[in-house]
T-cell receptor, first 113, second 114 residues
Framework: QQQVKQSPQSLIVQKGGISIINCAYE??????FPWYQQFPGKGPALLIA?????SEKKEGRFTISFNKSAKQFSLHIMDSQPGDSATYFC????????????FGQGTRLTINP | GAVVSQHPSRVICKSGTSVKIECRSL??????MFWYRQFPKKSLMLMAT?????????EQGVEKDKFLINHASLTLSTLTVTSAHPEDSSFYIC??????????FGPGTRLTVT
């Protein structure tokens, strides 16, 4: 119930293409869904986050799509660039106070030039 | 804004010694900080949740006497790895929680125990 399942494990996309990473959760008490980007040897950086009162959130080239009934959410990276090559983690938590994040397994994204 | 720092970024210590890692929220007050451990090519594993002025809450399987956590102020939490052994070698990352509950991560500390 506490798991967040992320797919694919790795993804290769051509420069300019759309990268799509998917996550699914079971716990309906989750109501905060962030995505993190991590480069090798660095800490994760908060990329974009969504709460279940909206179905989509866009920030620049990054978009989260959220399907509450299916308990799924996804990250779309438009016009993918080589600099986007990193590991991406989805996560979920409650918003009552500072609750711990449950992370997905991570997706290693490679953008080919 | 929302900058979290960690010190040191890398540390090498001998087996049996202790090492302290600091985590600071630089531009906001964090009532809650979290400590994670990350193995190569793996996801983050939560070790403990640290609330300012109170004892840390450890995740199952994490030895509280080995990984000492202190959260003395709203901007500083420390993790001390006591009597370190080679199997404690890992990437340790802290995060600090903002008012809205979002978490901002530090840059991580690479611990190598020889």
């Amino acid at each position: 119930q506490q798991q967040v399942k992320q797919s694919p494990q790795s993804l290769i996309v051509q420069k300019g293409g759309i990268s799509i990473i998917n996550c699914a959760y079971e716990n309906t008490a989750f109501d905060y869904f962030p995505w993190y980007q991590q480069f090798p040897g660095k800490g994760p950086a908060l990329l974009i986050a969504i709460r279940p009162d909206v179905s989509e959130k866009k920030e620049g080239r990054f978009t989260i799509s959220f399907n509450k009934s299916a308990k799924q959410f996804s990250l779309h990276i438009m016009d993918s660039q080589p600099g986007d090559s990193a590991t991406y983690f989805c996560a979920a938590s409650g918003i009552q106070g500072a609750q711990k994040l449950v992370f997905g397994q991570g997706t290693r994204l490679t953008i080919n030039p | 804004g929302a900058v979290v720092s960690q010190h040191p970024s890398r540390v090498i210590c001998k087996s049996g010694t202790s090492v302290k890692i600091e985590c600071r929220s630089l531009d906001f007050q964090a009532t809650t900080m979290f400590w994670y451990r990350q193995f190569p090519k793996k996801s983050l594993m939560l070790m403990a949740t640290s609330n300012e002025g109170s004892k840390a809450t450890y995740e199952q399987g994490v030895e509280k006497d080995k990984f000492l956590i202190n959260h003395a102020s709203l901007t500083l939490s420390t993790l001390t790895v006591t009597s370190a052994h080679p199997e404690d070698s890992s990437f340790y990352i802290c995060s600090a929680s903002g008012r809205a509950g979002e978490q901002y991560f530090g840059p991580g500390t690479r611990l190598t125990v020889t």
